[in-house]
Structures are given as structure tokens and as C-alpha cells.
């Protein structure tokens, strides 16, 4: 066992019997992490399939109601979700270099974006409500707020919007939850986060797969080019 | 239960320093600006490649930048194993060759479907591109129950 104890103590990493070395450990983890954000690019890839289907099938009328869509809101939340990503990494790097307290101000700022993000889609989603945008049998029949688009497929292209930014949206919520928790295992010292950084390096890599969806959402949804 | 010797000392010098973090951060910025920008500008087409289609090109084409500035040096996978690799490889590859079924959508004809207002009608678009050739559809049919 003395040799187990020296090896771990070399890496300075909780090392789990069942695991050759740290190495393979921590490999095994992130493949893990990976294997499941490879489902989640199936299931984010299925919608996108459908968008692509349907604004190839529309793209006059997908273009003219896109134009109801507040670019500089977008814009905005695209921002906030590239500096939440930079953020992130630097916890892990901080994470690497065992600074608790650049840790846990790192993914303080990382959650303060997520919730800027869900603050202006909410305002956005508010919008839309108001102007009863959302797919169903009470949607809008004003062909202005429509953009002179046809009303059914205006309907898709809504249906689209709302599923995709809602489901991603849900995956900002989730985002929280899981940094939240690490950060509660951070304050606490617990040694599976603070010995090992793979811990926060797994929660890195699910919030910039939430930021690489975002990168595809918001070019196809805010900045259709006008067909010519 | 002889463990091997350390193995893996090159493993720890591969973390990346907040600088490349800093400037892929910068690089990123720069691309969402140019993304933006390029989308109020209406590019010229070109041989048989609509002007609107080589904006959708040049937007994808730098979302898919950004992406891969993001796995690559964010996600750290260019200094992960070569499993772990693999499986963003298999990820990424298999969502797109599920675009080849839009191969099927591009060539079948039209099929009309019955719709819930029982007007014959397609439930999905079995067409892509321009629908002239095709029966007049009343509005409010795709499948939308009728209004009061």
C-alpha cells in the first residue's frame, strides 16, 4: 500500500483504486463527460436538423419574421456568454494551480453572466408574449408584427425560436445549478474538487458546450441574411 | 499490485496559461463582431452560389471558428487523450452526416397528406425550394386547427 500512498501523493490527486494512475483517472472522466455531451449534440442536432429544414422550405418568410428578433439584445447575450466562457476556464486554471479563493470568484462571475443571459431572454420572451408570438391557436394575425411574413410559417419559425432558445435556456438553468454546487464543494473544502481539478474541469466542459450551442443559435436566428 | 512508476510527468506542463485563455477570449470577440458585421452586408454570389447563401456560409463558416476556438483551447481538447479525441470527432461527425437526410426531403415529390382540417395538405414540407408547381394551399392549413 506504501506505494499507492507515494504515487498519490506525488500527483497530489485523490487516486481511485480501481485506476491504474492519476493519468487514466482523469481520462476516464473526461471521456465520460464527453460521452455525454456527444448525446447532447444529438439532441440539440435533431433541432437543428428541423430549423434547417424548414428555413431552407421558407427562407422568404423565416427572413421577414426573423426581423421582429432584437438583434442588439442577441448580440448582447452573445457577449455575456463568451466572458462567462473565458471566466470559466480561468476556474479551471485556478483549479490546477489550487487557488480557492480565484476559484470561487471566477465561478461567482460565471453564474452573475448565466443569470444576465436568462434576465435579457427573459425581456425577449416577454416581448414575444405580448405580441402573442408563441405558436398555438392564439397566435398573432397583425401582419405588421409578422413582417408581412405568411402566418404559418411565421408560426414555424417561432415554434423554432422558442424551442431552441428555450431548450438551451434550460441547459443555462442546469449550468447554474451544477456551478452553484461546485462552488458549494469549493467553500467547503472538499477534497474530491479541491485535490482533483477534473471536477471543475467537467463542469467546464459542459458550460462551453452551453456556450457552442449558443454560438450556432444566434447567427441562425438573429443575423439571417436578407435573400438576394 | 506492483504500480508502474510515474509515467506521466509531461501531463502536468500541458495545462494552458491564461494568456492563450485571455487571447482566445480576445480572437472570439473579434469573430462575433465580424459576424454581426458581415450580416448587415449583402455579398455577392458567385458561379452557381446565391449571394445569400454565401452569407449563410460566411456565418456558419465563423460560428464554426468560434466553436472550434472554444473546444480546442477552452474545452482543452487538443491536450486531451487521444480517446477523449476521438469521441468529439465521433460527436461532431455524426451530427452532420445527419444532414444527409435533407438528400431525401430535396428530391421526394409532393405528397399530400390529410390535415386536421381535412383539406388535402402536406403535414411536412416534402419540398424544398419553391412550391409554384404546387395546389394552392388555403391559408391556416399547415396543420393548424382552424380559428374561432
Redesign the interface.
Known amino acids: 500500500m506504501a ?2 500512498d507515494t ?1 498519490e501523493a ?2 497530489g490527486g485523490a487516486l481511485h483504486h480501481q485506476f ?4 487514466q483517472q ?2 476516464t472522466y ?2 465520460g463527460m ?2 455525454f ?2 448525446t447532447e ?2 439532441f440539440f ?2 433541432l ?2 428541423m430549423y ?3 428555413r ?4 422568404e418568410d423565416f427572413y421577414l419574421a426573423h426581423e421582429h428578433l432584437n ?1 442588439v439584445m442577441g ?1 448582447t447575450n ?2 455575456i456568454l ?2 462567462s ?2 471566466s ?3 476556474a ?2 485556478f483549479a ?1 494551480v489550487k487557488n480557492k479563493k480565484l476559484v470561487l470568484a471566477t465561478l461567482s462571475f460565471t453564474v452573475v453572466c448565466a443569470f444576465a443571459f436568462l434576465v435579457i431572454k427573459g425581456f425577449e420572451y416577454a416581448e414575444k408574449f405580448k405580441d402573442h408570438l408563441y405558436p398555438g ?1 392564439g397566435f398573432n ?1 397583425n401582419a405588421d408584427t409578422l413582417h408581412q411574413a ?4 411565421a ?2 419559425f417561432y415554434a423554432l425560436y422558442f424551442g431552441m432558445t428555450g431548450l438551451h435556456a434550460v441547459h443555462v438553468i442546469v449550468g447554474i445549478i451544477v456551478i452553484g454546487a461546485l462552488m458549494f464543494l469549493w467553500a467547503r473544502n472538499a477534497r474530491s474538487v479541491t485535490e482533483d481539478y477534473v471536477s471543475t ?1 467537467m463542469v ?2 459542459y458550460w ?2 452551453v ?2 450551442v449558443w ?2 443559435l ?3 436566428f438573429y ?6 | ?4 512508476p ?3 510527468a509531461h ?1 502536468h506542463g500541458e ?4 494568456v492563450t ?2 487571447a ?2 480576445l480572437a ?2 473579434v469573430l ?1 463582431a465580424l ?2 458585421g458581415a ?1 448587415f452586408i ?2 455577392p454570389g458567385f458561379w452557381f452560389i ?3 447563401a454565401v ?2 456560409i460566411v ?2 463558416g ?2 464554426i471558428a ?2 472550434l476556438l ?2 480546442l ?4 481538447v487538443r491536450h ?2 487521444n ?2 479525441k476521438l ?2 470527432l ?3 461527425s ?2 452532420t452526416l ?2 444527409i ?2 438528400a431525401d ?1 430535396g428530391t421526394r415529390r409532393y405528397e399530400p397528406a390529410p390535415s386536421w382540417s381535412n383539406v388535402a395538405d402536406p403535414a411536412l ?1 416534402r ?3 419553391t412550391t409554384d408547381h404546387l395546389p394552392n394551399v388555403p ?4 396543420n ?2 382552424p ?2
Not at chain 1, 491504474?20 to 493519468?23: A, L, M
Not at chain 1, 405568411?150 to 410559417?153: A, G, L
Not at chain 2, 495545462?15 to 491564461?18: K, R
Not at chain 2, 391559408?139 to 399547415?142: A, D, F, G, P, W
Open positions: 506505494a499507492v504515487h506525488h500527483h491504474e494512475d492519476i493519468e482523469n481520462d473526461i471521456v464527453w460521452s455531451l456527444v449534440v444529438m442536432g435533431a437543428f436538423l434547417t429544414l424548414y431552407w422550405s421558407y427562407i438583434v448580440s452573445t457577449m463568451l466572458t466562457s473565458f470559466m476556464a480561468m479551471v486554471h490546477q391557436v394575425t405568411n402566418m404559418n410559417h408560426q414555424l474541469e467546464g466542459l462551453h458546450f456556450d457552442i454560438i450556432f444566434f447567427p441562425l443575423l439571417m441574411p436578407k435573400p438576394h | 499490485m506492483a504500480k508502474t510515474v509515467q506521466s501531463a495545462h494552458t496559461s491564461p485563455y485571455f482566445t477570449f472570439l470577440c462575433m459576424t454581426v450580416s449583402q455579398l446565391s449571394g445569400t452569407n449563410n456565418a456558419i465563423i460560428a468560434k466553436a472554444v473546444i483551447i477552452f474545452m482543452n486531451s487523450s480517446l477523449a469521441y468529439v465521433a460527436g461532431f455524426t451530427f445527419m444532414f437526410i435533407l426531403y414540407p419540398t424544398i425550394g391559408i391556416n392549413s399547415l393548424v386547427r380559428r374561432q
